[in-house]
């Protein structure tokens, strides 16, 4: 219950990817972790605790063994969301109303987003003086809405529509004349004319909620992946160390292809694994050796059998919210899990007492795909793609099992806590 109620507040306080992995970072340092700046030069303690964030929209957090660190173990999510984004220049006007010019990020159902209180969050570029410095913002209050048209002027609503996001995803968020940069920049305590721009973004300000007989589900915007970041979080801050690495990764960008500088397609993780070996003074191909030995568990969230449509998941691989950590394959490597990462991840999840259960794709239907086989294409080790059930994937409202919670938090602490011991040719000992 304790880690619900902290989701639920996580979800409610990071309206967009810069939010959550400000309260990531808050977490670390309270937890006793000292931030790292990429711009320096690391001096690394055995037994320190250190996270370092790149653009600030993606984090890494790790804690050193005591002794000379043997091996990593890995899990990574991601922090960013599907939403709109407001173009350079927003600001729009029609029929007397003030509008926000938008496009898509990732990809939503738009018509979710449609005739629900919307609000803007991001960051602001602040000029100080001769230095541009950073701003985080969130309007925190219903700004926006995206109206639909009346059902008398589309009399074919209910067959289907196609939405064009440029002519029918754009907010109202006042009458002609409203200043939306104004807006923000009174709410971060800035001089407007000082706000030189900003990457902004709508949310969906419905707070994150429980529901049904027994409460047995949560609805919020951004399950997926914030569940899988925050519970990875709290699994780590909860955890005794090893003798291993153990590795918190958040990567921007993985709804628009992670292809960015933060992403999980960037350097950053093989960055801070070999200044990891070279702050701590391992000898050469210590670090090639400690990766080959190295696990990654990549956690994103997994479609839970609907039950309105269940011929759309494979008879025998479907998933269900409240039934445990979802482990995922797929023949084409869209995900990482292999059997032996598999069978690694399911017998940690068996011991920790943590029910699992096996996703697989309809052979007809594609899809999606996350990060996992992405930072493997850079930092190649043993991995498993694994999940959350959840419905309405990409929804502005998503909606999970209240009792996963628990269970994911569970799984990766009992991973942090284990020591999986690699020995090549495929034998695995798990201590
Ligand atoms: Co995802």
Redesign the pocket.
Known sequence: MRYLQGLMDFINAAPTAFHAVDQICASLASAGYARLQEGETWFLEPGGRYYLTRNRSSVIAFRLPRQELSHFQIVA??SD?PCFKLKPNAQRASQGCALLNVEKYGGMLMSTWLDRPLSIAGRLIVEDGGALETVLVDAGRDLALIPNVPIHFNRDANDGVKWNPQVDMLPIYGTEGADYLCLLAEKAGVEPSRVAGGDLFLYNRDRATLFGAQEEFSAAPRL??LE?AYTSLEALLASRPGRHVDMLCVFDN??VGSGSKQGADSTLLADTLRRIAGGTGLAPQALEAAVAKSFMVSA??AHAAHPNHPEKYDEQNRVYMNSGVVVKSSANQKYTSDALSIAVFESICRRAGVPTQRFANRSDIPG?S??GNISNAHVSMNAVDI?LAQLA?HSALETAGARDVAHMVDALKAFFECEVMINGDGAIRIE
């Open positions: 999510s991601h969301s997926d992946d899988c993985e709804e994103d969230n999606g996350t990060l999940g994937m």
